[in-house]
């Protein structure tokens, strides 16, 4: 059961809001609870089985029951994403605008923790390039932890507040601005946001979306798109923004084929007419959620391009001690940030070098390791992504008590090894991370940042 006590005023506000129903909303919060549902990994296939497919996203599923997400190793290699299932629906949105186009650069802009981010990742190609900006330094970290799970090598984290991405004028061909918001469409799933909700934080989000809308606009290229979402149900903070949107700059909105039985109710705002998306739960199996997408019609001028002087000067030897850990290395550009090798497709060399003029880079594609000689020293992101040459490591297939003795950095027990050497620890074929093993013993080499805490699955 949910706490349906709402704050007050609220459903009265919410009572002119398109397809709002309210006997049946606080139903759906009193008699209800929030599904569990996952989005599966396209690049790392698993065995994991799947209930009912989420309409709107192919790759998302419901689950029946919510199992322990901690203690299952599928989710620590990265081979699907906990996700609400109405936030499923940016999916459909990039399916829908992005049908041909070849070599695009999206950007995320409130990216953490990262649901968003993996759910792009996964629609673009290998020479399409993400970039997920944090604006809070402390929740960048669990970003960069679910895209390294991903295993991509095609996204660069960020940690610069909006108006840092106003002199990138024209770089990205789609920008995602998931805006902060009052929060209102999760208070059947996190019942304690309802104590945060009020009037005057709505009026205030509005604000707040409007000045980070306007400081990223420049960063968007002519004919570009901007999909707009909230977790909200306040007309406040989705149809008006879309009229402020419309008025202020020269977007056209665009509107998403949806079908009738998925539940969606489609809304257009009051001047303008653009075309919004809401989510209801007594309407959808999800919770709240709005989105938009609109398509720039204007010119905001270029980013100056960078002088290839500008890149670091090439240490052959080391990259060519490097390449063989790498499948496919002729198509990577390598380079080194402090003793670190790291390597991402060559298609991004040249944003890069732009990126890392204007802003401040927390991750860049796939960090390799350290070169100790003409040894690698192999970093926990080349395990668990799609590009590391198996064939170069020993590999260790793990059974789950022992997969759940590795995940807390624990000893091994009942493992028999012959062989020493760097091993990928695996989990049904699926690299969790790194031990170093010698003869008489294993050295665990799981990050402790990440190590599973818990003592008990529950």
């Given at each position: 059961?949910?706490?349906?006590?709402?704050?007050?005023?609220?459903?009265?506000?919410?009572?002119?809001?398109?397809?709002?129903?309210?006997?049946?909303?606080?139903?759906?919060?009193?008699?209800?609870?929030?599904?569990?549902?996952?989005?599966?990994?396209?690049?790392?296939?698993?065995?994991?089985?799947?209930?009912?497919?989420?309409?709107?996203?192919?790759?998302?599923?419901?689950?029946?029951?919510?199992?322990?997400?901690?203690?299952?190793?599928?989710?620590?290699?990265?081979?699907?994403?906990?996700?609400?299932?109405?936030?499923?629906?940016?999916?459909?949105?990039?399916?829908?605008?992005?049908?041909?186009?070849?070599?695009?650069?999206?950007?995320?802009?409130?990216?953490?923790?990262?649901?968003?981010?993996?759910?792009?990742?996964?629609?673009?190609?290998?020479n399409d390039l993400l970039v997920a900006n944090e604006i809070i330094?402390?929740?960048?970290?669990?970003?960069?932890?679910?895209?390294?799970?991903?295993?991509?090598?095609?996204?660069?984290?960020?940690?610069?507040?909006?108006?840092?991405?106003?002199?990138?004028?024209?770089?990205?061909?789609?920008?995602?601005?998931?805006?902060?918001?009052?929060?209102?469409?999760?208070?059947?799933?996190?019942?304690?946001?309802?104590?945060?909700?009020?009037?005057?934080?709505?009026?205030?989000?509005?604000?707040?979306?409007?000045?980070?809308?306007?400081?990223?606009?420049?960063?968007?290229?002519?004919?570009?798109?901007?999909?707009?979402?909230?977790?909200?149900?306040?007309?406040?903070e989705n149809e008006d923004i879309l009229d402020w949107l419309c008025?202020?700059?020269?977007?056209?909105?665009?509107?998403?084929?949806?079908?009738?039985?998925?539940?969606?109710?489609?809304?257009?705002?009051?001047?303008?007419?653009?075309?919004?998306?809401?989510?209801?739960?007594?309407?959808?199996?999800?919770?709240?959620?709005?989105?938009?997408?609109?398509?720039?019609?204007?010119?905001?001028?270029?980013?100056?391009?960078?002088?290839?002087?500008?890149?670091?000067?090439?240490?052959?030897?080391?990259?060519?001690?490097?390449?063989?850990?790498?499948?496919?290395?002729?198509?990577?550009?390598?380079?080194?940030?402090?003793?670190?090798?790291?390597?991402?497709?060559?298609?991004?060399?040249?944003?890069?070098?732009?990126?890392?003029?204007?802003?401040?880079?927390?991750?860049?594609?796939?960090?390799?390791?350290?070169?100790?000689?003409?040894?690698?020293?192999?970093?926990?992101?080349?395990?668990?992504?799609?590009?590391?040459?198996?064939?170069?490591?020993?590999?260790?297939?793990?059974?789950?008590?022992?997969?759940?003795?590795?995940?807390?950095?624990?000893?091994?027990?009942?493992?028999?090894?012959?062989?020493?050497?760097?091993?990928?620890?695996?989990?049904?074929?699926?690299?969790?991370?790194?031990?170093?093993?010698?003869?008489?013993?294993?050295?665990?080499?799981?990050?402790?940042?990440?190590?599973?805490?818990?003592?008990?699955?529950?």
């Amino acid at each position: 059961m949910n706490n349906t006590d709402f704050p007050s005023n609220f459903l009265n506000l919410l009572a002119g809001s398109p397809g709002f129903d309210a006997e049946n909303f606080t139903k759906a919060h009193q008699v209800s609870d929030s599904p569990t549902s996952i989005r599966l990994n396209p690049f790392k296939k698993s065995n994991i089985k799947s209930d009912k497919q989420v309409p709107w996203c192919s790759e998302g599923y419901y689950l029946n029951t919510r199992p322990s997400f901690t203690f299952d190793p599928l989710f620590h290699a990265g081979c699907y994403y906990v996700q609400e299932a109405s936030s499923m629906f940016i999916d459909h949105i990039l399916h829908y605008i992005n049908k041909e186009t070849d070599g695009i650069k999206v950007l995320d802009l409130c990216a953490a923790p990262g649901g968003k981010s993996t759910l792009i990742n996964s629609a673009l190609k290998s020479n399409d390039l993400l970039v997920a900006n944090e604006i809070i330094k402390t929740r960048v970290p669990v970003l960069m932890d679910n895209l390294t799970r991903w295993g991509t090598d095609n996204s660069i984290v960020t940690n610069n507040d909006p108006k840092d991405f106003g002199r990138l004028k024209g770089f990205f061909d789609i920008i995602l601005v998931d805006a902060p918001c009052s929060g209102s469409g999760m208070f059947r799933k996190d019942p304690a946001a309802m104590e945060e909700w009020s009037e005057a934080n709505v009026n205030l989000c509005h604000q707040r979306q409007e000045r980070i809308l306007a400081d990223v606009y420049p960063a968007l290229k002519e004919d570009g798109y901007l999909i707009y979402s909230t977790c909200s149900y306040s007309v406040e903070e989705n149809e008006d923004i879309l009229d402020w949107l419309c008025t202020e700059f020269e977007l056209e909105s665009i509107r998403i084929p949806i079908e009738a039985d998925w539940g969606i109710v489609e809304s257009q705002s009051t001047q303008k007419q653009a075309w919004g998306y809401r989510f209801y739960p007594d309407k959808v199996k999800g919770e709240g959620l709005f989105a938009a997408c609109l398509q720039k019609k204007e010119s905001s001028g270029d980013v100056p391009p960078v002088k290839d002087k500008e890149h670091q000067k090439a240490n052959f030897k080391e990259i060519d001690q490097v390449k063989p850990y790498i499948n496919d290395a002729a198509d990577f550009f390598f380079f080194k940030v402090n003793d670190d090798w790291l390597a991402i497709n060559r298609h991004h060399k040249e944003s890069l070098a732009i990126l890392q003029r204007y802003l401040y880079i927390k991750k860049s594609g796939i960090r390799i390791g350290k070169l100790m000689g003409k040894d690698l020293i192999p970093d926990h992101e080349l395990a668990l992504s799609l590009i590391v040459n198996k064939d170069q490591f020993l590999q260790t297939e793990l059974n789950k008590d022992q997969a759940i003795q590795y995940l807390r950095r624990e000893n091994i027990t009942d493992l028999d090894v012959t062989d020493k050497g760097w091993s990928l620890m695996n989990f049904e074929g699926h690299a969790l991370s790194w031990a170093k093993l010698l003869p008489n013993r294993i050295n665990n080499y799981y990050p402790k940042e990440i190590r599973i805490m818990s003592r008990a699955e529950s």
